[in-house]
């Protein structure tokens, strides 16, 4: 896989085409990240001179030339990862009006991957403990974090912090604390104050940073029953900071009061998802399985970065797997993880405006795929992502492919609800209930009986009481998410 | 532009699904409305002998209701028009024949669902304009249009099953 020559393209995370400038801000990058004082891991040290030799190099016009004419031409087969991406339709038509395409996007790790070992973890859980925790919710949530804390490996940074209007570090991250000592702090949390989730965050991606380092999973997880109250901006600029340095953020929501919408912002920041825990003795099993699908992470973050093209507008995304989520559409994109098991799949939507069709063909896509995988100390170079289509008089007779059919059938009710939640929020209750009445139509097509009747149900709710019921939205919202998950996954058997 | 076929709700070009009720705007296996003929369906009727009219409530009742999914049998007599719904709280409308204690409302009855008429020698019957649609031997009915129903015939309001057993003159 390596070739006896430094790529210094790959070490400094950057395309062969990068201008002066993307060299120079990649190279304060990875120097703020390996630099002897901070890094720990071994190799990093050697890592850190690479990348200094690689920007001595690169950042000489005359020295960048001569480098440039001794490498071998670009392959995309040199990485650890693999990619695919497939469209719904082979062209474009030319047309007045605007026009959609949809894009499928898989990020899997090639052949392999089990044999590199498992990334060890760095992560905090954050914990509500606010007075509406009290009782079986706080005592689920000790209990589960008992079993975590038993199920560490010895190479794992564990921290727990608890918050409500000011905020505790209930375990400070360390590797190979006492297990008895660790569980004692656990069980002496006591519910009081209301949720400030700002102080609690702020604490623990401090405890995260202690032990900050690329060749792990860093990762907050999140959990909470409350709304946060004026500090959201501040917690999605603290996301886009740890955005930054590669820590990914889970929220858990107990219960019907959270904002689900803030915590979906939040960790789709970050590509990390959110998740609804609906009764309280379901705490123990998300924890543990969000404990699980971390320790298979592959690759922590997929990041598409591009550059947006006149006419052409990104317009949705949305992460089928290997953790259904929101995409925030920004530049950069953080797609999401990649798991050992699952490849990561995401769906996107174009628009391509009537002005751009006037040329015979026109870049869809130009950007580059930038993926750090946990377990490897060697970056990996950005995968180029450039798709042009031509522009045809007619459309295509071929059938759209069936993946994209079938990942989109699912989406559709996903995206029904979402409108459903946009209209309900506007006052249109009727309409909002009408979308739902449809998305039952279609959930019982689909055989999804009992879904379907819990759609019916909010959709009179909101039809007569103009309310959704207590937990109702969220509900149908992270079950027809769930749909999706099941989707392609029988596809791919 | 893409106009649904089902909704009719204008989708952008290179739309696979409609954005407004979720219709499958493309591809081999779109759906489309298919006539199934009745005639196999009417074979298939559990068969009803006259005998199996026995009116309970008294001699003047010209027909019955039998439930078919609770077994009861509703009698109609005195009058020779019913309305059949399902009275709900806090609603004004009340229907003559109230099938909400039969899971009407889980079986998609409106409240004021379907009207049952007996004219002269015939029995005829007509949707109100209900959200599921009145159903003769499955053949869905069009609403505010008379249709005559014979004795055995089965009526469906939304899901809800209801044999109609008829004396004949």
């Known amino acids: 896989m390596l070739s006896n020559k430094p790529d210094y393209y790959a070490l400094l995370g950057i395309l062969r085409d990068a201008t002066p400038e993307e060299i120079k801000r990649a190279y304060f990058d990875a120097a703020q990240k390996l630099h002897p004082d901070k890094n720990v891991a071994p190799g990093e040290t050697e890592i850190f001179l690479g990348v200094q030799q690689a920007y001595e190099v690169l950042s000489n016009p005359k020295r960048r030339s001569l480098y440039d004419a001794t490498l071998p031409p670009e392959l995309e087969t040199n990485s650890a990862v693999k990619y695919e991406l497939i469209f719904s339709r082979p062209n474009l038509v030319r047309l007045a009006e605007p026009q959609l395409v949809y894009g499928l996007l898989e990020v899997g790790s090639r052949e392999g991957a089990d044999k590199i070992p498992a990334p060890p973890l760095n992560v905090c859980l954050v914990l509500d403990r606010s007075t509406s925790m009290h009782g079986d919710k706080l005592d689920m949530v000790k209990s589960a974090a008992v079993q975590l804390i038993r199920s560490l490996r010895p190479q794992d940074v564990f921290s727990v912090v608890a918050f409500s209007d000011t905020a505790e570090v209930i375990i400070p991250a360390a590797i190979n604390w006492e297990t008895n000592k660790r569980e004692a702090l656990i069980q002496f949390m006591q519910s009081s104050g209301s949720t400030e989730l700002y102080q609690g965050l702020d604490a623990g991606l401090q405890e995260v940073r202690r032990s900050l380092n690329p060749s792990r999973v860093n990762h907050i997880i999140l959990l909470t029953d409350g709304h946060t109250y004026g500090d959201e901006q501040a917690c999605l600029e603290l996301a886009e900071g740890a955005a930054r340095q590669n820590i990914g953020i889970t929220g858990l929501g107990v219960g019907a009061e959270w904002n689900d919408i803030f915590l979906d912002a939040l960790a789709s920041r970050t590509g990390g998802s959110s998740a609804y825990i609906s009764k ?4 123990q099993r998300i924890l543990v399985d969000k404990f699980n699908a971390l320790i298979s992470t592959f690759a922590d973050d997929v990041i598409l970065e591009y550059r947006e093209q006149e ?5 949705y995304a949305f992460r089928l797997q290997p953790e259904g989520g929101t995409v925030e559409v920004e530049d950069p994109i953080h797609l999401g993880p990649v798991s050992r098991e699952l490849p990561l799949i995401v769906l996107l939507e174009f628009v391509i405006d009537p ?3 006037e040329q015979a063909s026109i870049m869809l896509l130009d950007g580059a795929l930038k993926i750090s995988v946990a377990a490897l100390p060697a970056p990996i170079a950005p995968i180029r992502l450039r798709v042009m289509r031509e522009v045809h008089e007619t459309p295509s007779s071929d059938p759209p492919p069936t993946k994209i059919l079938t990942a989109l059938s699912r989406l559709t009710l996903y995206r029904m609800q979402e409108r459903a939640r ?37 959709a009179d709710s909101l039809e007569r009481m103009h309310a959704w019921t207590a937990s109702g939205n969220k509900d149908i919202k992270y079950n027809t998410r769930a749909l999706l998950l099941s989707g392609p996954k029988e596809q791919a058997r | 532009m893409i106009i649904c076929p089902n909704c009719k709700h204008d989708n952008m070009s290179g739309a696979m699904f409609c954005v407004e009720c979720g219709a499958q705007l493309l591809g081999e296996d779109a759906l489309t409305t298919q006539n199934i003929s009745t005639d196999e369906f009417r074979k298939a009727l559990p068969k009803v002998d006259q005998d199996m009219y026995v009116p309970f409530d008294g001699r003047d009742a010209w027909g019955s209701l039998h439930l078919l999914d609770t077994g009861q049998v509703l009698p109609l007599s005195s009058r020779n028009e019913f309305t059949l719904g399902r009275i709900s709280e806090g609603q004004p409308i009340m229907p003559d024949v109230d099938l909400s204690p039969y899971q009407a409302y889980a079986g998609g009855v409106s409240r004021l669902h379907a009207v049952i008429k007996q004219d002269g020698g015939r029995v005829v019957l007509m949707d109100l304009g209900s959200a599921n649609g009145t159903y003769i031997n499955g053949k869905r009915l069009q609403p505010n249009v008379e249709q005559i129903i014979n004795h055995g015939d089965i009526v469906a309001l939304g899901k809800l099953k209801i044999q109609v057993l008829l004396k004949i003159a």
């Open chain 1, 422 to 458: 946009v209209a309900a929020d506007g006052g249109e209750y009727s309409s909002a209930s009408r979308h739902l009445q449809n998305l039952a139509t279609h959930l019982l097509s689909q055989g999804e009986n009992s879904l379907a009747k819990s759609v019916l149900l909010e």
């Open chain 1, 311 to 315: 006419n052409v507008k990104i317009n």
């Open chain 1, 355 to 357: 002005a751009a069709l």
């Open chain 1, 280 to 283: 309280p003795k379901d705490i």
